[in-house]
């Protein structure tokens, strides 16, 4: 399928509607649509629709259990009041992000908000939260734009064990022939991810075995998260087209480099001319405004990791040394701080400014991970954080004078530990909400115990295929 057959938000294109939607979906000959979400365990769900229905399912939204959500990621139902198997979700998609799969034939996907029976927000649904979050910010005056910069996996499973899809030779990082290596599924992913109108800015062979990188150009903070579930969708499956498995999980080889979903994030104001993070008479050109968000998201990280990096395979990524994070440092350019405030590109100074959060990976749900972290940052220029000074090394290598200046704490080692600093943090608990944060922390909680009761073997395998 080629672009025009999809329709994506982009400056000068306007929103589609029902009959534009099931026009689009007639001329591109497409007979089942997905109505996508996310769970709380950043696990992706679908139902799809028969085109004859697709006009009707989308007013009335397609139903399914409230219970549905209770099911956790080693697909184990938790009895949590408010998610027994009474009461009915609709699920209502947003026509803006429909579009083909180039990958099955006669497939189109919409990202969907989960409402009630009366079609109201009943809060329950991470969709909606991260609109709330983009609603909060637009009454404090700004517009956030993000991206989520994945790592993967690409792999065989030869016998039951999955392998690299590496050279014979592990190839260095960065190197031509890693690429070689894996071009053709690579060529694949791009030319599928560009048919749905998500800009492809880079890829790379990574450290790892099989490991890559594709980047994809910044979006709307709500596009972005339904751009990350687009995105591992479609990597997904055009690796199946190649015989092979696409693993986002955050440490799928426990021997190898794990992979994130960084955040990238940059503040404007609200009529989109201006990017509030720069200031090019400041110190590393970040503004007053940016060291505040900085704080704001540094203050709430041990709590906002447990959305961000919530499953129990992200503390094996999340180590000393690493080029990921195990602490709450920031700083400029520096690879082994939690947020990295990118050195802006020669000639667009102000508009490649952003932030980036490197405690980040894709067992998180999208939505509610990337609506946390905005809130987080809210709440550091709202109250005028001091985030304290940039960290220009190596936090493990710092003294606790050093590690005092840059207000420096580390960061839970366990998933039990990061929901505990959850269920402890005012704001966050405050931004989610009743029933969302409840819901959360009970589905996470029930994961933190099983997972810790098994070995390594176990969390590998139900870690592989679920993100």
């Known amino acids: 399928m080629t672009g025009s057959a ?7 294109i306007e929103p589609m509607n029902i009959s534009e939607v099931v026009s689009a979906a007639q001329t591109a000959g497409v007979t089942l649509i997905r109505f996508e979400y996310c769970d709380y365990s950043g696990v992706a769900r679908t139902k799809a629709v028969h085109i004859s229905q697709l006009a009707s ?25 408010g998610m027994e198997k009474v009461g009915a979700v609709r699920l209502v998609p947003d026509p803006d992000t429909f579009t083909v799969l180039p990958w099955v034939p006669g497939s189109a996907s919409m990202m969907g908000n989960q409402l009630n029976a009366t079609l109201d927000d009943d809060g329950t649904c991470p969709r909606l939260f991260l609109t709330r979050m983009i609603e909060r910010a637009r009454v404090m005056g700004f517009v956030i734009d993000a991206a989520f910069e994945n790592e993967f996996y690409l792999a065989r499973d030869v016998d039951g064990h999955y392998v690299p899809f590496a050279a014979p030779i592990h190839s260095p990082v960065y190197s031509p022939i890693g690429i070689d290596h894996a071009t053709p599924v690579l060529l694949a992913i791009c030319t599928a991810l560009e048919a749905q109108g998500m800009r492809v ?3 790379m062979n990574e450290y790892g075995a099989g490991q890559f990188e594709v980047v994809i150009r910044y979006a709307d903070a709500l596009r972005a998260a339904d751009h990350q579930m687009q995105f591992r969708d ?4 055009v690796a199946r087209q190649h015989d092979l498995l696409a693993s986002f999980a955050p440490k799928p080889f426990p021997e190898e480099v794990g992979s994130g979903a960084h955040i990238h994030a940059s503040v404007w104001n609200s009529d989109h001319t201006r990017n509030l993070l720069f200031d090019a008479n400041a110190n590393g050109s970040l503004s007053t405004l940016g060291r505040h968000f900085i704080a704001g998201v540094a203050e709430h990280l041990p709590a906002l990791l447990a959305l961000t990096a919530p499953s129990a395979n992200s503390h094996r990524r999340l180590a000393p040394q690493s ?7 920031w700083g400029f350019e520096n690879k082994e701080a939690a947020l990295r405030v990118i050195a802006p590109f020669h000639g667009r100074e102000e508009q490649s400014m ?7 990976d894709a067992s998180a749900n999208p939505y509610l991970s990337l609506g946390a972290f905005i809130a987080c940052g809210l709440d ?3 109250r005028a954080l001091d985030p304290g000074e940039p960290t220009q090394h190596d936090p493990a290598t710092l003294d606790a004078n ?4 840059g207000k420096v704490r580390p960061l839970p080692s366990t998933m039990s530990e990061a929901l505990d600093a959850l269920e402890a943090d005012e704001l966050l608990m405050q931004v989610l909400g009743d029933p969302l944060n409840r819901f959360y922390l009970a589905m996470r909680r029930s994961e933190a115990a099983r997972f810790a009761a098994h070995d390594v073997a176990f969390e590998i395998r139900h870690h592989f295929h679920r993100f």
């Open 201 to 203: 800015e880079s890829v």
């Open 380 to 382: 550091g220029i709202a």
């Open 323 to 329: 080029w990921t994070s195990a602490t709450t440092a």
């Open 6 to 12: 999809n329709h994506h938000r982009a400056g000068t």
């Open 57 to 81: 399912a989308m007013t009335e939204g397609l139903n399914f259990t409230r219970a549905q959500n209770a099911i956790n990621l080693l697909e184990e139902f938790q009895l949590i009041d």
């Open 354 to 360: 952003n932030i980036e959060f490197k405690p980040s």
């Open 234 to 237: 479609t990597v997904r499956g």
């Open 402 to 405: 050093a590690l005092a200046r």
